[in-house]
């Protein structure tokens, strides 16, 4: 009976993507000429892992790439090699590279080789050319340095291998471990046969042998271990030094193969349980690029939390039906009320522990930018430090992973019109070195992210001459600093004077702001020039639930997000004109707020029409505040987000529905969607405002 390794398949791309992660993470830790062992170690056993999954597994394109980083990463953890910011360079450009050809794997895509030859190729000629181990300067000057690391002296070591009976299902294969211990010297082995057990009870998927294996070696003991780590919680393992056996004639081994020690077995389920060295998933800081992962991992914290609440769950209920049997009497009701009650508060903390399962730390999102702040610096030829703050703020991963593309894209803009070049900098008594900034917390019921720079800040004169030589703005218009920061989300505004593969302000930011709210989130920024800018995203915890506000409109309840409420009140006719077209407009406080009925945009009979017998609520999106009149305001809820697009179809103006606890459907108003619906503009507060306004009653 075969195999069928295709099960193993999502655990190993999940493991690989997250060992690319944590090289990545490590590469940038290195400092050419100063290397650490931990972290040259940490990038070397990530590549090992990944090599041998996809060897195991038939992804050879994959194996081999590896097998050429890791030959130049054996080398440099050994001190036979410096390590260069040539060598770091383009072990990113490897990583990179790998992402790509796992994605065409797990997407069952055909691999493009072209970027892994040209870099296969320039690993090949560093190593080709450069590699002098044992001889070099930099070889001695290592050996001196770390005296423990000697090769040369050979020994013979037996190594007792007993692997349990499934082994196979773990995707291992001896066969290669025994071709990897040949590698690092002479190798006799033998088999004992001992536990195989008759026909009729073998098991093609067992493994029923074990080995004994007489290795003469100048590698060391180490070595030997390394053959066998991924197998150790596996197998009994016992390596004994012991006398000559082969006789006195060296072992011949060449410095390019030392990268041999490494098996191509498969990374178990079950590795990241090793208790001394852990697999790369165990260290993974984020899931990287554009591909959605569909699994997540979870603490056993969170899992015993959900199953003590499950456990409360079940003991109400039978509680409740038991109560429910025979004839209800008046004490009865009571203890079914109290049942009642508790069966409440259960199910609040079942829906809180399961939603706890998708919060994830925001660090997810935030590991990725010091590799393209790196990057990106380096082609500007600026220098950037990077902060992070807040990283174990927790947010729902499906916003993680819908937020990281708009950050990116902010981050990168900071990157290069945000920040001068150095000399700038030092001519505006300003440190060489520009920071840029990212910060998370909590805000109420919401996440709030933060992208700070402290470069030049936004040219306001520029923006304003640009947006009116675009026919946004007219040159009469009076606009405040902030109101002309505002005009960068515009669609296809720019202030850049020349097109750059990195990015402009201005580019694109009408696209970040449309996939924030998507998310039901908002965005502003502040600036000062000279002083630098600050962009803040305000985003939901969790897209699956939303805090709303009820409110009926004849006999239809409807649903306002809390985070696009202002307030609410009762409105003054006195304050209220009419403008062109028929619309009502309410003078609040220094600004002109359009009254839009949601009876007429939804076609209802029967609600009230009369402004000052019904209900305002002044929402704000886009920076546009508009008044949405209503009959009645009722509870504040949290309510379950349905798909209305998935289920029925996409209707303008809504963004969802829930289902209320008398088994209604309830529309979710869409604030953005309301007003296109309406038929205002972009800029209609702006022009409602310059209008002269009557002094009648509406």
């Known amino acids: ?182 590698e690092l010297g002479q190798l006799d082995v033998s088999v004992n046969l001992d536990d195989v057990p008759d026909i009729h009870n073998l098991a093609a998927d067992e493994c029923f042998l074990n080995w004994c294996f007489y290795l003469e070696t100048d590698k060391g003991e180490e070595a030997i271990k390394e053959v066998f780590e991924w197998v150790e919680d596996d197998a009994e393992i016992t390596i004994t030094l012991c006398g000559g056996l082969f006789g006195d004639d060296p072992v011949e081994s060449e410095s390019e193969d030392v990268s041999e020690q490494v098996t191509e077995e498969a990374p178990t389920p079950t590795a990241e349980s090793k208790s001394d060295k852990p697999a790369p998933a165990a260290k993974a800081s984020a899931k990287s690029g554009s591909t959605e992962s569909t699994s997540i991992r979870v603490s056993i914290d969170k899992v015993d939390s ?210 924030i709210q998507s998310l039901n989130g908002s965005i502003e920024v502040t600036s000062e020039q000279g002083i630098g800018s600050t962009f803040t995203i305000r985003l939901p915890l969790t897209l699956a639930i939303l805090d709303g506000q009820l409110v009926t409109v004849a006999q239809h309840t409807y649903i306002i997000p809390l985070i696009s409420i202002v307030e609410s009140l009762q409105i003054d006719l006195k304050m209220v004109n009419c403008v062109g077209g028929g619309l009502n407009v309410l003078r609040l406080r220094d600004e002109y707020i359009p009254i839009l009925r949601l009876h007429k945009i939804f076609n209802h009979s029967g609600a009230i029409e009369d402004l000052d017998k019904g209900l305002l609520v002044i929402v704000e999106s886009d920076n546009q505040k508009v008044g949405l009149l209503v009959d009645d305001l009722l509870a504040q809820q949290q309510v379950v987000i349905k798909s209305l697009e998935a289920n029925y179809q996409k209707v303008e103006g809504v963004s969802g529905a829930t289902i209320l606890g008398d088994g209604r459907v309830s529309l979710i108003i869409d604030i953005t969607g309301l007003i296109k619906l309406a038929g205002l503009k972009k800029a209609g507060t702006s022009e409602l405002a310059i209008e002269p306004i009557e002094s009648e009653e509406a």
């Open 1 to 182: 009976m075969s195999i069928d390794l295709s099960q193993f398949f999502e655990v190993f791309f999940e493991e690989s993507l997250e060992g690319l992660d944590v090289m990545e993470s490590e590469l940038l830790n290195l400092t050419p000429g100063d290397v650490d062992n931990e972290t040259i170690n940490t990038i070397f056993r990530a590549a090992h892992s990944i090599k041998g999954g996809s060897g195991t597994f038939g992804f050879t394109h994959v194996s081999d790439f590896t097998h050429v980083l890791e030959t130049l990463l054996d080398q440099i953890r050994e001190g036979s090699r410096e390590l260069t910011a040539e060598h770091v360079n383009l072990l990113l450009q490897s990583v990179d590279c790998l992402r790509e050809m796992l994605g065409d794997l797990q997407n069952n895509q055909e691999t493009d080789l072209t970027t892994a030859i040209q870099l296969k190729e320039k690993f090949e000629a560093i190593l080709a050319g450069e590699s002098q181990p044992a001889s070099t300067p930099a070889a001695t000057k290592s050996s001196n340095d770390n005296p423990p690391v000697e090769h040369g002296a050979l020994d013979t070591y037996e190594v007792i291998f007993k692997p349990q009976h499934h082994l196979f299902k773990t995707g291992n294969e001896p066969i290669y471990l025994i071709e990897e211990l040949a």
């Open 306 to 515: 959900l199953i003590n609440m499950v456990g409360e769950l079940v003991i109400t209920q039978a509680m409740l039906t038991q109560l429910g049997e025979g004839e209800i009497t008046e004490n009865k009701l009571m203890a079914l009320q109290e049942g009642l009650a508790q069966l409440a508060h259960n199910t609040r903390d079942l829906q809180e522990s399961v939603m706890r399962i998708r919060m994830l730390p925001i660090s997810f999102v935030f590991s990725r930018f010091p590799r393209l702040v790196r990057d990106t610096s380096q082609k500007l030829g600026k220098e950037v430090e990077l902060k992070l703050l807040g990283e174990q703020t927790e947010l729902d991963k499906t916003v993680m992973e819908k937020i990281s593309d708009p950050m990116v894209h902010l981050v990168r803009n900071s990157l290069d019109h945000g920040l001068e070049t150095p000399e700038q900098r030092e001519e505006a008594g300003k440190p060489r070195v520009g920071t840029v900034t990212l910060n998370a917390f909590h805000q109420g019921g919401n996440i709030v992210i933060e992208i700070m720079d402290d470069g030049a800040g936004l040219n306001t004169q520029k923006i304003k001459q640009k947006a009116i030589q675009n026919g946004l703005i007219s040159d009469s218009d009076d606009l405040s600093d902030d109101e002309i920061n505002e005009l960068i989300f515009m669609p296809g505004f720019s202030t850049a004077d020349e097109v750059s593969d990195i990015s402009g302000r201005g580019v694109g930011m009408d696209v970040v702001r449309r996939n």
